[in-house]
């Protein structure tokens, strides 16, 4: 199985998108729960937000790849 055919079928699994949203309502709870002081804590919850839009936008690549491979051949 190709790295693109992989990325593919996990983005499109319902448990993969349920988890991605879970964590990322997990981290935007952090920050809506936040004392005024706990600056520390919504930058965390920050970089936490950009890692897993990070391993999305990964995984969007590697699923693109496919289709640009695929139109590649179809012009050969």
Known sequence: ??????AEILLK??????MMEELRSQEIAKFATSDYGQVEVRESAYRQLRALESIETYL?????DKLIEE????IL
């Open 1 to 6: 199985m190709s790295k693109a055919y992989w």
């Open 13 to 18: 699994d319902e448990n993969f998108q349920q």
């Open 60 to 64: 969007e690549g590697l699923a693109s």
């Open 71 to 74: 139109k590649r051949l179809k």
